[in-house]
Every structure is written in C-alpha cells, then in structure tokens.
C-alpha cells in the first residue's frame, strides 16, 4: 500500500512502525544517549525509538528538543524516520539538522498502519509504503 504524504525533511528510509496518538517531548522525554523513551506515563515510555519509523501527532515541549534529535543521530539512537500528522518547529529542525527523514500531512490509508509493520519512508518522493 503506498500512501502520498509530504516531505519535510529529505531522505529515505525503512524500518518498523511505533505508533503513538500523544504528542511526544524529546527534552526531558527521551534519552538522548540510548533512544529509550522516559516520560513518564506515555505509552512509547520503556521503548527505544531507535531505527523506527516514528509516527505521532507532533512535538512537544522545549526548541531545545530539536538539538536532542541531533543527539539521538551522533549517540546511533535516533528513529529511522519521523511521520507527524503536521510537522512542528522543533521536531522539524530537528529532523533537518540531524539528516532524518520526515513526513507530514500524510494521506488516509495510514491508520491501517499497526505498531510492528515495517514501513519505507520516501520523503524526497513524498510516500510511505507498507504491506498491512
């Protein structure tokens, strides 16, 4: 299934679905070092966004988060690539600066997309595909 989406960040990569519904704060929230998410009571929390297809709603917290992205990309913790619903500064600045690719706006289709399913982000052609 290939779903039209838009880019945000340029690249292309592939790995496996982490679905969240709540906005996800990458300063305080994630460590930066590992990729594991810390934030308490969110439902990514235990979980290491690392070489994931990431997907939730948006950002949340400081501008600072963008550089914690960076970090997650020179510690080897970072998520393969991000799919928002509509990109924000900060998760998008991150994404740029750490040469992640990332989506938004992406087209009906996805919510067939579950937690597991391996999924190609092509943000220079501006999809997603995955067999669900």
Do not use: W
Not at 25 to 32: N, V
Not at 34 to 42: F, L, N, Q, R, S
Not at 82 to 100: F, L, P, W, Y
């Amino acid at each position: 299934m290939r779903i039209s989406c838009r880019k945000v960040s340029r690249g292309k990569a592939k790995g496996e679905a982490m679905i969240s519904n709540e906005p996800l704060s990458f300063l305080g929230g994630i460590d930066a070092k590992t990729g594991v998410v810390i934030e308490k009571d969110h439902p990514f929390e235990g979980r290491s966004i690392a070489g994931k297809v990431l997907f939730f709603p948006k950002g949340k917290g400081s501008t600072v988060g963008a550089y914690v992205i960076y970090q997650l990309k020179k510690a080897g913790a970072a998520p393969a690539a991000i799919v928002c619903e509509k990109a924000d500064t900060m998760v998008a600045s991150g994404a740029i600066i750490a040469e992640i690719p990332m989506v938004h706006r992406v087209e009906s289709g996805a919510s067939k997309i579950t937690d597991g399913t391996t999924v190609i982000v092509n943000a220079d052609e501006e999809y997603l595909e995955a067999t669900c």
